[in-house]
T-cell receptor, first 113, second 109 residues
Framework: DAGVIQSPRHEVTEMGQEVTLRCKPI?????LFWYRQTMMRGLELLIY????????DSGMPEDRFSAKMPNASFSTLKIQPSEPRDSAVYFC???????????FGPGTRLTVT | QKEVEQNSGPLSVPEGAIASLNCTYS??????FFWYRQYSGKSPELIMF????GDKEDGRFTAQLNKASQYVSLLIRDSQPSDSATYLC?????????FGSGTRLLVRP
């Protein structure tokens, strides 16, 4: 199994630019989660999907953030416009039917200058 | 607001010793608990989960859950330098994992 795949692994962009992060879940996993990790706030859940449907987006910090899951094999997290305070590591995680045993991708380290 | 508390450490133990990592939580209704290991610059890796009171063993790892006292522990026997990492405790809140801030473990050769 290839595990959760994320791209890009590193992204450096200027304030105001659009950023798109991508995730390919483990095949057969019904749940997909987007997390953000910073030194100050630790690991925070942004949004999660079940069977491609967004279930809880209460962790999305503001309207600049949006996430989609057009099919079972792909999800995106978009930030538009990006700001320096968005700099963090963004993880995608997926889980099977239990929803709880979550497996993380390698993450995308985002730096907004 | 459900919270998960961990001592940030570092917890320093000599190679071969037992490392004991602890976690307390605020929500008495929490049912499922998870331990993740995160090496510096890497993603969290699921190493143990526990749903019932008592102990659960997997190799050198033992998870302990005491719902009455609202704490979860992770014991690592025969600690190795390769166990040096940050250990994150998490609880399940309707499929949302609430993470603690993690305890950094350092195993001295």
């Amino acid at each position: 199994d290839a595990g959760v795949i994320q791209s890009p692994r590193h992204e450096v962009t200027e304030m105001g630019q659009e950023v798109t992060l991508r995730c390919k879940p483990i095949s057969g996993h019904d749940y997909l989660f987007w997390y953000r990790q910073t030194m100050m706030r630790g690991l925070e859940l942004l949004i999660y999907f079940n069977n491609n449907v967004p279930i809880d987006d209460s962790g999305m910090p503001e309207d600049r953030f949006s996430a989609k899951m057009p099919n079972a094999s792909f999800s995106t997290l978009k930030i538009q416009p990006s700001e320096p305070r968005d700099s963090a590591v963004y993880f995608c995680a997926t889980a099977g039917a239990s929803g709880s045993e979550q497996y993380f991708g390698p993450g995308t380290r985002l730096t907004v200058t | 607001q459900k919270e998960v508390e961990q001592n940030s450490g570092p917890l320093s133990v000599p190679e071969g010793a037992i490392a004991s990592l602890n976690c307390t939580y605020s929500d008495r209704g929490s049912q499922s608990f998870f331990w993740y290991r995160q090496y510096s610059g890497k993603s969290p890796e699921l190493i143990m989960f526990i749903y019932s009171n008592g102990d659960k063993e997997d190799g050198r790892f033992t998870a302990q859950l005491n719902k009455a006292s609202q704490y979860v522990s992770l014991l690592i026997r025969d600690s190795q330098p390769s166990d040096s990492a940050t250990y994150l405790c998490a609880l399940d809140s309707s499929y949302k994992l609430i993470f603690g801030s993690g305890t950094r473990l350092l195993v001295r050769p």
